[in-house]
């Protein structure tokens, strides 16, 4: 198990200990049906889905494999590799046939996300199952802790409350271990609402900075994470803030916001903004430190056949801005190519677009 990235995660590190303390009980709270399990989104209520990312399937209750979640969470280093790919690879000897750097940047990206929000989702999903540590006389609370692991300075305490008809409200709190109850932060909340069979609504948020506080050596990442989603409309969506977010303190801060819409027969389009020091990869000796602004506009049909539009400015980079854009087939393969700046020669045919410039 991936214990070390696992606990520097804040609220997944947390999370994570408790479903492992629960690991030997065999009478779950939370049976298929229970208020409190159902109302938690599935993964296919809030998983982004570009075309050649495996759909994310709904596991019942339990995250499988809970062990390699920490394997995805590192999302802010994750996001800037990713996004700071783009401003060396579109030089590379990408011609018509291979595989389309923007199309790739978007899958990159969207995995990322989703290791990030689903592993969190399957854990709070998974924590709601097993036997509460305490209920409200009325029965419209659970608890569960507070509880601190051997070797933490920290004491945590999880609640999910029904708030009203399938919506329950969840709150992850922290606190150094010998401390009163007054001393509790939030590290992690939001509200989940169920409209009907797998759709609903809600929104969460991590607030990194809270639990490094507690714990600078357990909890090394700092900023915050916004996610809403919706998919009881269509098109369904998922939203992706985040503020001043980095993986550990001192490191850059990236801020970058994610917009994902997808229509019922799994066309979509994928907007994001990204502000951050994105060409570390091309600067071996750290003289490049501003920040660069990245804009990617992905859309694609069911089929899986696409366009990406990019805008890059500010930061190190040599011009004030470059624009590019692509299309690629059904096989993501790269169908058309050009940018404003001779980064790479345009090629490819622009009537093979499947989507005109936005």
Same mark, same amino acid.
């Given at each position: 198990?991936?214990?070390?990235?696992?606990?520097?995660?804040?609220?997944?590190?947390?999370?994570?200990?408790?479903?492992?303390?629960?690991?030997?009980?065999? #009478?779950?709270? +939370?049976?298929? &049906? /229970?208020?409190?399990?159902?109302?938690?989104?599935?993964?296919?209520?809030?998983?982004?889905?570009?075309?050649?990312?495996?759909?994310?399937?709904?596991?019942?209750?339990?995250?499988?494999?809970?062990?390699?979640?920490?394997?995805?969470?590192?999302?802010?280093?994750?996001?800037?590799?990713?996004?700071?790919?783009? #401003?060396?690879?579109?030089?590379?000897?990408?011609?018509? +046939?291979?595989?389309?750097?923007?199309?790739?940047?978007?899958?990159?990206?969207?995995?990322?996300?989703?290791?990030?929000?689903?592993?969190?989702?399957?854990?709070?999903?998974?924590?709601?199952?097993?036997?509460?540590?305490?209920?409200?006389?009325?029965?419209?609370?659970?608890?569960?802790?507070?509880?601190?692991?051997?070797?933490?300075?920290?004491?945590?305490?999880?609640?999910?409350?029904?708030? &009203?008809?399938?919506? #329950?409200?969840?709150?992850?709190? +922290?606190?150094?271990?010998?401390?009163?109850?007054?001393?509790?932060?939030?590290?992690?909340?939001?509200?989940?609402? &169920?409209?009907?069979?797998?759709?609903?609504?809600?929104?969460?948020?991590?607030?990194?900075?809270?639990?490094?506080?507690?714990?600078?050596?357990?909890?090394? &990442?700092?900023?915050?994470? /916004?996610?809403?989603?919706?998919?009881?409309?269509?098109?369904?969506?998922?939203?992706?803030?985040?503020?001043?977010?980095? /993986?550990?303190?001192?490191?850059?801060?990236?801020?970058?916001?994610?917009?994902?819409?997808?229509?019922?027969?799994?066309?979509?389009?994928?907007?994001?903004?990204?502000?951050? /020091?994105?060409?570390?990869?091309?600067?071996?000796?750290?003289?490049?430190?501003?920040?660069?602004?990245?804009?990617?506009?992905?859309?694609?049909?069911?089929? +899986?056949?696409?366009?990406?539009? #990019?805008?890059?400015?500010?930061?190190?980079?040599?011009?004030?801005?470059?624009?590019?854009?692509?299309?690629?087939?059904?096989?993501?393969?790269?169908?058309?190519?050009?940018?404003?700046?001779?980064?790479?020669?345009?090629?490819?045919?622009?009537?093979?677009?499947?989507?005109?410039?936005?």
């Amino acid at each position: 198990m991936a214990a070390s990235k696992a606990a520097s995660t804040p609220a997944t590190g947390a999370l994570l200990s408790l479903v492992l303390l629960h690991a030997g009980c065999t #009478m779950p709270d +939370g049976a298929p &049906g /229970d208020e409190y399990t159902e109302a938690i989104p599935r993964a296919s209520q809030v998983a982004i889905n570009v075309p050649g990312v495996a759909a994310a399937a709904d596991d019942g209750v339990a995250p499988k494999p809970l062990s390699e979640i920490g394997e995805d969470i590192d999302l802010g280093e994750r996001l800037r590799e990713s996004s700071g790919q783009l #401003m060396g690879e579109l030089t590379a000897l990408t011609v018509i +046939g291979r595989r389309a750097e923007l199309y790739q940047i978007t899958h990159d990206v969207s995995r990322a996300i989703n290791g990030f929000v689903l592993g969190i989702v399957a854990i709070v999903r998974e924590v709601s199952t097993w036997p509460a540590t305490s209920r409200s006389a009325d029965g419209a609370s659970r608890t569960w802790g507070p509880w601190t692991e051997a070797l933490s300075p920290v004491t945590h305490r999880l609640t999910i409350i029904r708030s &009203g008809p399938g919506t #329950m409200t969840f709150s992850l709190l +922290g606190k150094p271990k010998r401390a009163g109850d007054a001393a509790y932060v939030e590290i992690m909340g939001g509200t989940f609402v &169920g409209v009907g069979s797998g759709h609903g609504h809600g929104q969460f948020f991590i607030d990194a900075s809270a639990a490094h506080g507690l714990d600078p050596e357990g909890n090394h &990442g700092v900023g915050r994470a /916004d996610i809403q989603w919706d998919n009881s409309v269509v098109p369904r969506t998922v939203v992706l803030d985040l503020r001043d977010f980095a /993986d550990r303190a001192g490191a850059p801060t990236a801020t970058a916001q994610y917009r994902y819409r997808e229509a019922t027969d799994g066309a979509g389009t994928f907007e994001f903004r990204v502000e951050g /020091d994105l060409d570390r990869n091309n600067d071996p000796f750290g003289q490049k430190t501003r920040k660069e602004h990245l804009a990617v506009v992905s859309r694609w049909l069911a089929s +899986g056949a696409g366009r990406a539009d #990019m805008v890059a400015t500010n930061g190190d980079l040599p011009w004030a801005a470059l624009n590019a854009q692509e299309c690629w087939d059904e096989d993501f393969r790269r169908a058309y190519y050009t940018d404003d700046r001779g980064l790479a020669p345009t090629e490819g045919d622009r009537a093979r677009c499947v989507f005109p410039a936005p």
